[in-house]
């Protein structure tokens, strides 16, 4: 076994589709779709839309970070370089948590909840645990088969979702006829009106917050990465935004405002209005929102094999040997620990909260270490920013203006889980995720206390570009 990630190997079209693999429009419509509409009702639109114009304001602070440091710890790393190790290591566990919390809830009890649109005894019966426990195994063998095998996946199939997205979404517009109205951009139609608005926007960022991580993670391996990976990022939000935005109108028009609280209860909502449109399209929209969910496990566990891989490799976190890499460039004993952990979460809060609300729970859970990742490097970007001296008429939007909105958005949206406190099972969610990050700052501090050298030095490593002909 190696030490280091293979270089040189990814180019703009693999991190692209890539970045589209762990956005999942598909699964989005499926599963997040659902718990917006639940909230913003007929303004499920506006609030997919404002989530996305959040989500660029936290992706201009990777797009920044990206330009300057090459590293496969991401945020770990741009905190660690920005702000220093005690701060880089608080970062790294909120990652931990935040990326598994939303592996494990998303990609597999999100999909075993799916499977429950043919028979609920699927959900009730206990058939979802052989489903999750298949969907860890294959999504394992996958990564174990290394990044270029995984993107080629990412990349055909994406492709192909894309073209089925957009042709459905206007067919949905056509279907919709005198429903086609612009009054879905109102928030005061949403239940609870601004304040409910405001909840359903914890889903709609986490709708596209995982983008960033996608690509920056795997920097380490891409060509020309200081250039490739903003670039990537710009492609990948445009596409990814349009069609999400896009669809959430569609289906909202099509389904008929007043009538989105029955949207958030179906369990096949996307696929009923599919079914409107032929039994080919139907056919087709099942087929690769299945695979959407599995595209998604692939990124985020690419992702998260590469984060846990910066860890380990800065001595924080995970031992020396989750660094070590097999003849495929994956960090093979990160990517058999998240097996392990994923299926351990799955069956736990699985059996108890059932797939589908045990996911969701998972996910609100996860806003909060995610919201408070974004946070912590958009203001590492600020702060170091005014420690070089560049603060200037150039730098002011990119540096000071995009960060900070992206500070307050966040911090106005995680509030609204709180005032007031969403019902059960989300405001366990909300607890279970405000405990965690108080333990995870204990943990830093004794960390800091015991090793004061491991933890001055952590998130410190990144590598310089090699220069290499072009890759596909």
């Known amino acids: 076994m190696a030490d280091n990630l293979k270089r040189n190997i990814l180019g703009t079209n693999r991190l692209v589709w890539q970045g589209w693999g762990m956005t999942a429009p598909a699964a989005d419509i499926a599963y997040l779709l659902g718990g917006i509409a639940l909230v913003a009702l007929g303004a499920t639109p506006l609030s997919i839309l404002v989530g996305f114009l959040i989500y660029l304001t936290i992706l201009n602070t990777s797009y920044r970070f990206s330009s300057k440091y090459v590293s496969a710890g991401s945020d770990f790393t741009y905190v660690g370089k920005s702000i220093g190790g005690f701060m880089a290591t608080f970062e790294g566990w909120n990652l931990l948590f935040g990326t598994i919390f939303a592996y494990a809830g ?10 429950g649109i043919f028979d609920s005894k699927i959900l009730t019966g206990g058939l979802w645990i052989p489903i999750v426990l298949a969907l860890n195994v294959i ?6 088969k290394g990044i270029r095998f995984s993107t080629n996946y990412q990349i055909i199939t994406g492709i192909a979702e894309f073209i089925i997205l957009i042709a459905g979404g206007i067919g949905l517009v056509i279907l919709a006829g005198k429903n086609n109205t612009l009054a879905v951009f109102s928030p005061f139609i949403a239940s609870g009106g601004i304040i409910g608005f405001a909840h359903s926007l914890t889903l709609s960022v986490v709708t596209f917050i995982g983008l960033s991580i996608a690509l920056t993670a795997i920097s380490e391996e891409a060509h020309i990465p200081k250039k490739t990976v903003p670039k990537s990022l710009l492609i990948s939000s445009i596409i990814i935004g349009v069609t999400i935005v896009f669809l959430s109108y569609a289906m909202t028009v099509a389904w008929g405002p007043s009538r989105m609280l029955s949207f958030g209860n179906s369990v096949d909502n996307g696929l009923v209005l599919f079914r409107e449109l032929s039994p080919i399209m139907f056919g087709l929209l099942f087929i690769f929102t299945v695979n959407s969910f599995m595209g998604n496990n692939i990124s985020m566990g690419t992702s998260m094999t590469r984060i846990f891989y910066a860890f380990s490799r800065d001595n924080i976190i995970f031992p020396g040997i989750f660094s070590r890499t097999d003849k495929n460039g ?10 392990a952990i994923s299926v351990f979460l799955c069956m736990v809060f699985g059996i108890y909260f059932g797939p589908i609300d045990g996911g969701y729970v998972l996910l609100f859970a996860d806003a909060f270490f995610s919201f408070l990742i974004r946070s912590i490097s958009s203001s590492s970007l600020i702060i170091s920013t005014f420690k070089a001296g560049k603060i200037n008429k150039k730098t ?5 203006i995009a960060p900070v909105i992206s500070i307050v958005a966040l911090i106005a949206v995680l509030a609204s889980n709180f005032f007031p406190l969403p019902a059960y099972p989300y405001n366990f969610a909300s607890v279970l995720g405000i405990v965690i ?11 800091w206390i015991k090793r004061p050298d491991t933890v001055k030095n952590a998130g410190s490593t990144t590598v310089e570009e090699t220069p290499a002909d072009a890759v596909d």
């Open 396 to 400: 002011l939007t990119g540096y000071l």
């Open 106 to 115: 998303f990609g597999m009890l999100g999909l075993a909840g799916f499977f």
């Open 437 to 447: 990050i108080v333990v995870v700052l204990a943990i830093t501090l004794i960390t």
């Open 139 to 144: 999504t394992f063998i996958i990564l174990y």
């Open 330 to 339: 994956t960090p093979v004993y990160t990517t058999i620990f998240i097996l």
